[in-house]
Every structure is written in C-alpha cells, then in structure tokens.
C-alpha cells in the first residue's frame, strides 16, 4: 500500500505544477528516529489533496502548500506521521521504525499466541490480504508460491477439484501425506471423493467451505517440533487457520463490507499435433478411422464416415489446424462476500456474520463441469464478566460440482485426443444430426462426439458441512486462563454418476465400411453413493504466563487433555442395462442391480499435552513440549505413545548496535519427534464380500450369486503388533 502511495505521489507531483496564490513554500528533512539517517524517498502528501512531493536522497523536500494544510510522512519499514503546517516554512520530521514486522504475534499450536521472531521453528503466514488478491475458489491455493517448502498441488483443473498439500515433502508411501487442518483451535476434516475413473477428485468438505475473504490469516507449522502438541494428527505438519472476528467500524459501531471478484482461464497448452496427414491409417485412407495417419493432405473433396439412410459426410481434405482447441470455451469464475460485523459500545460483545457465494465454470462447452458453493458463517464473543468470555463460532456450506470423466469410451477426452486432423469438430454440435451421434458418427472405433458425450454423461457431488465450536475462558488469578472449547465438524454428501446406453441395431445404415456403428453398443450405468463424516472435539487447557527477575524472565506454561472423536459412514449402490438410454439417472432405471455395498468406522483419541516456554531478556527463547496419545486404532496392551519436542533459538542480533548490513538475525535448533497411529480396523483380520475379478477387470464375479453369500479375508493382514 506504501508502494502505491509514493507511486500516486510521484504522478499526482507531474499534475501539479501551477502557481498556488497565498499559498507558502515549505521546506525539511525527514530522518529516522533511531538514527537521524535521512529517508530517501519518503513520501509527503498534503492531507485531503493528490499534492505531494517525495523526499530526494538527502531526505529533504519541498511543497507549496496552504497555510492551514497538514501534512503526511510515509515511507516503507516506518510509521506514518502527520503535521500541521500552521504557517511554518521549515518543517523536519524524525519517523520512528515500525517493528511489527519483527514483533508480529503469529497463531500457533493449540491457538497459542506467540511473537515470530522468538519461535524456535518454522511459522510461516499468510495475511487476509494476500489471500483475498489470490481469488482462489479454494483458500488453500492461496498458499501457492507463498511458503516455503510447501507444495500444492491440484488433482485437476476442473472447478471444485480437490487441493492436496505437502509440507517438506511425502512421509508416507502408502499413507495421507496430508497436513492437519485447524480452524479457530478446532481441527476439520480435509475429504474429498473421487470421479468414477478414479483420475481427479471433487472437494466435499475441509478448508475449501470456508470463504477466503473470511479468513484472518493462515499459518503453517513445519516440522515435529512445532507440531508435537497435536499429536500423531500433526505427523505431516499444520496449517492453522484465524477467521475474522466482529469489531467496530472507523465511525460507527458495525460495518457493512462486500469483496468480490472474477476471474477468466483458457486452454494454454495442448499436445502437438501434426498437419501433414489426414484421416486414415498406415498411409491409406479408410472412412471410418480415428487416427490421422492416412494419405497426405492435399485439399481435396473427400467423402468419409458410414453410408446412412443413403446419405454420407463429404469435406476437404485439409488440416483443420484448431479443431481441437475450438472445441473449449473460456472459464469464468466469480465470488462474492458481503460481511456485517460490529461491537457493543464497551465492546464486550462482538459480532461477526458473512455470506459467500462463488461459482466456477470450467472450460467445457455449456455447463457440465461446474462447481457452486454458499457458505454463511458467524462468530461471536461476549465478556460477561473480567474473569469470563464466552465464544461460538460456525460455518455452514452447501456445494455442488459438476465434473467430467476422462475415461476411455464415450468419455469426451477419449473423444478429442483421437480425432482426425481434417474434420471441424466445432460442426458436431447439433445432436439432432444422427451423423453427430453414435447412429451414424463417422468412427466406431470406442470413441464418439464430445458434444455427444458432455450431453449424455453426468457426473454431480452435493455436500454440505458445518463446523465450528463453544469455547468459555475463566482467569480466575491475573496470569491464569482455564479454557474449554467443544468443537464439531459434520459433513454428508450425495454423489451420482451415469454413462448413457447405446442400442443401435444399424437398419439405416447401407455401408459400415467395414465396422458397423452398432459395436460402440453399451449397456448403460448408473451409481449412487451418500454418506456422512463427523469429528468432535473437547479440549481442557491450563495456560499460565507472568514475568520474573524484573521481567527479564517471561514464562508461559501450558496443560491440557484433548478428547476426539472421528467417524464416517457410507452407502452405495450400482445398475446397468438401463430402460431409458439417457437423462433418467436413478437405481430404479437398471435391469441388473450390480452392486450395493455399506461401510462404517469410528475411532477415538485422548491426548494428554504440556508446553513450557522460557524467555530471557526478549534474546533468548527455549520452548519445551511432550503429548501423550491413547488411540483406539491400536492394539488395547500398546495403544499408547509419547511425543517430545524441543526447540532454542537465540536473537544474536540484539547483541550488535543497529547498522545497515544486518536488522534481524537469530540462530535456533529444533528437535522433534511424531508418527502415525494406524488405521481403523488394522489390528485384527476383517472381512469383505467375496468377488472373484475378471481377465480385464474387476467385474468377474461377486457374491450373493445365485442366492449364496460368501465373504473371504481382506488382502491386508492385521497385527496386533503394531507399535
């Protein structure tokens, strides 16, 4: 923002450049404070106008103003000063440094407020603002090339697509590698559900349904020892998330704020294609091939495709160079938020509600991979008394995602990515044409129209979650905080997927050319899943902090017990051999009932924890941490672990006397040390309902089969063994 104000200055200085009448001629230096160094370029503006001047490289400057004017001082790494001309000619001001960069409190384990430069690991944050200019539908993608060593990484570009993190690379091979979320001191559930081909993944709960321009700040916890108060959960590292909170407004007691923006993608890169060679294959033409390795262009008038109803597509022989990148459109995506927050007039109560919308169109023709989300959110506190506050804070969304599949078959990248060189795609559009459908569509080698397969497939996930908490704060003693927080997460989902059936029996076509239309046949296919997932969470904390030795000594000691609950639940269900080829997406529509499964876990976790943190004369900072976890995944005789952690960091800057060369410098060690717990049912041998896979794939045989049941041990081993 400073940036932006010396940049208006220098403009609004070529703007004006005319006499002032009764106006005087002010004249100074500005300094630092600290070190009477002058500021070179510092900017002065005469409040209330676009006047204003920049100081040159000795600091001092030189305005015509008006008597009665005031004047304002800026530059980067000071703070702001105002000044009352009140006739004067000669003006010097001394900006003091603004440290609150080197004094920023960051948000920690556990909510605990702490001053960056004393950690003794790595903290990294993100503020509101850079997150709210990302414009990201997820907030996570704001992180991206903002932290150091943290990755994301998208499992697709289609909107609502699931945002994976990694922080310092994978610690698992076969496991999550995913960081713990938290949300106002309470941790969510990150889930995401896959598409039918198992290649990209929609987003259904977690940071995603929280709006980016709620969030305050977002920080990132890397390593053991700066986790270890979170336990096994913490193993790949914490993303913390501080929502805004209700304050007053600059002339009133509430605010009334709207954020909104949009945003626009295309196609920037597609495979390289050749133009040389047409339809065809092994330098021959055939009318009905995919490939373009037929004759060589020449421009000439060709005939291609079946012979139907006596009628056959005829064009040039040319390469069509963008047909294929044609075929997409641009994205457009937008949000809005419009914020109501305030205060009491003795600001004991705040409050904070906002409303979000976004809504992402992808690059598909039309709509069908399009994702939706509502979101409202509240959070509120009250000081009832000076020894008690209460809080509440939760968060409701609603989301819909449309996605497109991009398996082989009738899927549309099958359709594209195996289309000849010498056919305009974008003159298939009209699916009354039998020539633009499976009837009559030029190739039946496993592949069909795009517009065909984006208006005859459906892939749709509906989610809702709400998540948020009570928490009451006792300080009984001056230096003693007693909290309880009770904090809940709760997401359910509906997802439904269908593959149109194809039933051609070829009466109108007169010459396949050697392949007849009717083998692109297909049964059809409709599934349908739903299910639910819930996280509670209780946590008892002891935090106590006072200053000793004439508060050269600062001590802040922490004790808590953290009890969680996790569980989820599913059901799904498939069918095939459809009665209504397309558009009637339900279980009832299928002659076979293919398939219905359910599944449901719960686990339990009781953490004990304690954090000390000494610091001496704000130079140096050691910080002691250990957790104790009993977990319920784990063999009952073992199912206990310890965490210790361990940090020291000394700020050996403060030892030298403020210069140019060096402003901040600290050396710290850090040690740490976490794990994984297992998953659920992974100590003893379960279970599954017996299936015998076929020679392509899995769909040989399953059990009941002619009214007989079986079920047949898990492919995994349990072991009660596990430590």
């Given amino acids: 923002m400073k940036k932006f104000k010396m940049l208006f200055v220098v403009i609004a200085t070529l703007m004006y450049g005319l006499a002032y009448g009764q106006n005087i001629t002010v004249k100074g230096v500005v300094t630092d404070s600290t070190t009477g160094e002058p500021l070179s370029g510092a900017a002065i503006l005469v409040k209330g106008t676009p006047q204003g001047v920049v100081a040159d490289i000795d600091g001092a400057y030189s305005i015509v103003v008006a008597p009665n004017a005031t004047l304002g001082f800026t530059t980067i790494g000071y703070k702001d000063a105002e000044v009352a001309v009140d006739g004067r000619t000669v003006i010097n001001v001394a900006l003091e440094p603004d ?24 903290a990294t944050t993100v503020k509101s603002d850079d997150i709210v200019a990302a414009r990201t539908t997820n907030a996570v993608q704001a992180l991206s090339g903002k932290v150091a060593g943290v990755q994301v990484l998208s499992t697709s570009s289609d909107p609502g697509a699931a945002t994976n993190i990694i922080i310092r690379g994978f610690s698992s091979i076969s496991g999550s590698n995913q960081p713990l979320y938290v949300v106002d001191g309470v941790p969510i559930t990150n889930s995401s559900i896959s598409s039918t081909s198992g290649d990209k993944s929609s987003t259904i709960s977690g940071i995603s349904n929280i709006a980016s321009s709620d969030i305050e700040s977002m920080t990132v916890l890397k390593g053991a020892a700066a986790t270890a108060l979170y336990g096994s959960r913490a193993a790949n590292g914490v993303i913390i998330v501080t929502t805004r909170s209700g304050k007053k407004g600059e002339e009133r007691n509430f605010s009334i704020e709207y954020t909104g923006g949009m945003q626009f993608r295309q196609v920037s890169q597609l495979p390289l294609l050749q133009n040389s060679y047409g339809q065809g294959w092994n330098g021959t033409q055939t009318f009905i091939e995919n490939g373009s390795w037929g004759p060589r262009l020449d421009g000439s008038v060709q005939v291609y495709g079946p012979i139907w109803n006596h009628q056959q597509l005829i064009h040039n022989y040319d390469a069509k160079v963008n047909n294929i990148l044609d075929f997409f ?10 914020t109501f927050s305030g205060a009491s007039e003795d600001s004991k109560l705040a409050y904070y509600l906002s ?11 039309g709509d069908p991979d399009t994702y939706k989300r509502n979101t409202i959110a509240f959070r509120g506190s009250y000081q009832a008394t000076k020894w008690m506050k209460l809080s509440s804070t939760i968060n409701f969304a609603r989301s819909e995602s449309r996605m497109v599949d991009t398996d082989q078959g009738t899927s549309v990248i099958d359709g594209l990515y195996e289309f000849p060189r010498d056919i305009s795609l974008v003159d298939l559009k009209d699916l009354s044409n039998p020539f633009n459908t499976p009837e009559a569509y030029y190739t039946p080698y496993g592949i069909t129209n795009p517009y065909w397969a984006l208006a005859n497939n459906y892939d749709k996930t509906e989610s809702k979650q709400i998540n948020g908490k009570i928490q009451a704060d006792f ?20 997802k439904k997927v269908g593959f149109p059936q194809i039933r051609l029996d070829d009466a109108l076509i007169n010459d396949d050319k050697g392949y007849a239309p009717s083998n692109m046949n297909q049964d059809g296919f409709v599934s349908r899943s739903f299910g639910g997932l819930y996280e509670i969470n209780n946590d008892f904390l002891a935090t106590y902090t006072n200053k000793f030795f004439n508060d050269k000594l600062d001590l802040t000691a922490l004790v808590g017990v953290n009890i969680n609950e996790r569980g989820n639940s599913s059901m799904s269900g498939s069918t095939s051999v459809l009665t209504f080829d397309t558009g009637f997406w339900d279980l009832s529509n299928g002659a076979n009932k293919d398939s219905i499964s359910e599944s449901e876990s719960k686990r339990r976790l009781t953490g004990v924890f304690a954090d000390i943190t000494l610091g001496w ?6 910080d002691v941490t250990a957790r104790n976890d009993w977990s319920s995944t784990l063999p009952i005789n073992a199912n206990h672990y310890f965490y210790p952690g361990a940090t020291l960091s000394w ?7 403020k210069n140019d060369v060096l402003s901040f410098g600290k050396l710290r060690v850090a040690y740490g040390k976490t794990g994984n717990d297992a998953g659920v049912y992974r100590t003893n041998v379960t279970f599954t309902q017996a299936y015998a896979n076929g020679y392509y794939s899995g769909s040989g045989l399953s059990f009941p089969l002619n009214g007989v049941n079986s079920f047949i041990a898990a492919a995994s081993k349990g072991s009660s063994n596990r430590r």
Wanted: overall charge negative.
């Fill in 475 to 494: 300080t009984p003693v001056k230096g003693l905080t007693l909290t309880y927080r009770m904090g809940f997460d709760y997401t359910d989902y509906n």
């Fill in 329 to 338: 459109e641009l994205g457009v995506s937008h949000n809005h938020n419009v």
């Fill in 99 to 122: 440290n609150e960069l080197l004094d920023e409190v960051v948000v920690t384990a556990l909510g605990i407020t702490r001053s960056e430069k004393t950690l003794g690991y790595s």
């Fill in 617 to 622: 004369a704000d130079e140096v900072f050691l």
């Fill in 651 to 657: 700020i050996f800057s403060n030892r030298f006397a």
């Fill in 355 to 365: 409303y979000s919308f976004n809504k992402d169109n992808g690059i598909m023709p």
